[in-house]
């Protein structure tokens, strides 16, 4: 056999066991493949999706961990259960047309959720100002996210561009009516 032609067997071998061995490594201990790419995600409950030649590797925000075939099918089991998480609150909830960028020209950040919580604005105004942040919470939700620098706020998003901003006085709170940018 032709010396190069080995040399080229032996290099297209390697390669070949090194996908591999990556992908198996990635499929049986649900590990994110070693050679990937990787797209981030703003909102919603997908972190990020790792990209490898043969597997994807989805991570969530709650830390859970799948990693599946390409030609498998797969969705997100969180987007099957929209409506039973929404079921947990008073308020119904959907998918907006677009990704927070700014609350109020500030740049968000902890973003948990980019779903659209329909409370109406009054009715942030008509809580009690002496509640607790766990009294809030059961009351109308986990926030959609945190903004602010120095002063960290909290915001529920109710519009396309509308956010409620809740500030945390010396012993009350009290809420804000903040456009996108």
Known sequence: MNKKLRVI????????????????????????????????????????????????????????KKTVFKWEKYTNPADDNIEKEDNKNKFKTHVAATTTKRVGGLIPYNIKSDLINEIPEDYFFNLDSDMTYDEL?????????????????????????????CNMGMEHLYFEIWRGN
């Open 9 to 64: 067997l032996i290099i297209l071998g390697i390669l070949i066991g090194i996908l591999l061995i990556d992908t198996l490594q990635a499929k049986i201990f649900n590990n994110s493949p070693f050679i990937r790419f990787t797209e981030d995600y703003n909102g919603g409950n997908l972190y990020k999706k790792n990209k490898g030649i043969l597997v994807d590797n989805y991570i969530y925000t709650n830390g859970n």
């Open 137 to 165: 919470v059961s009351e109308i939700g986990e926030p959609s996210g945190t903004v602010g620098s120095g002063i960290v706020r909290w915001y529920w998003r109710i519009g396309e561009d509308k956010y409620v901003v």
